[in-house]
């Protein structure tokens, strides 16, 4: 079992910056893609980032093309710890953010598919203001 806490969210007017965090604690070992999923009312949850923890590598990451250049994800290994830097933040960003991990690697270049997420965390809201 893993359990991922979220934190970090709030709300910021337009432009703004925020940093979620997300501890991992449990049987982590197996988890091979971590990520951040967004979902607004009324939409479908959507893959946000996510980074395959197991390569070590912190390029080896997907970004939804509506927050490339704006979001970045990173992992802090020795604190079990996922983040997601949200810079540049728009009204459409306004959702409820959930970290989740997956067994699975993840692809760099298509979305993430949320059944193939076992874990989740309890989410947190971002509201982004004009």
């Known amino acids: 079992q893993v359990q991922l806490v979220e934190s970090g969210g709030g709300s910021v007017q337009t432009g703004g910056s925020l940093r979620l965090s997300c501890a991992a604690s449990?049987?982590?070992?197996?988890?091979?893609?971590m990520g951040w999923f967004r979902q607004a009312p009324g939409n479908e949850r959507e893959g946000v980032a996510v980074?395959?923890?197991?390569?070590?590598?912190?390029?080896?990451?997907y970004y939804a093309d509506s927050v490339k250049g704006r979001f970045t994800i990173s992992q802090d290994y020795a604190k079990n710890t996922l983040y997601l830097q949200m810079n540049r933040l728009k009204a459409e960003d306004t959702a409820m953010y959930y970290c989740?991990?997956?067994?699975?690697?993840?692809?760099?270049?298509?979305?993430?598919?949320?059944?193939?997420?076992?874990?989740w965390g309890q989410g947190t809201q971002v509201t982004v203001s004009s």
């Open positions: 980074i395959n923890t197991s390569s070590g590598l912190a390029d080896d990451t």
């Open positions: 449990g049987y982590t070992d197996g988890n091979n893609c």
């Open positions: 989740a991990a997956s067994r699975t690697y993840c692809s760099n270049h298509y979305p993430p598919n949320p059944p193939n997420f076992l874990y």
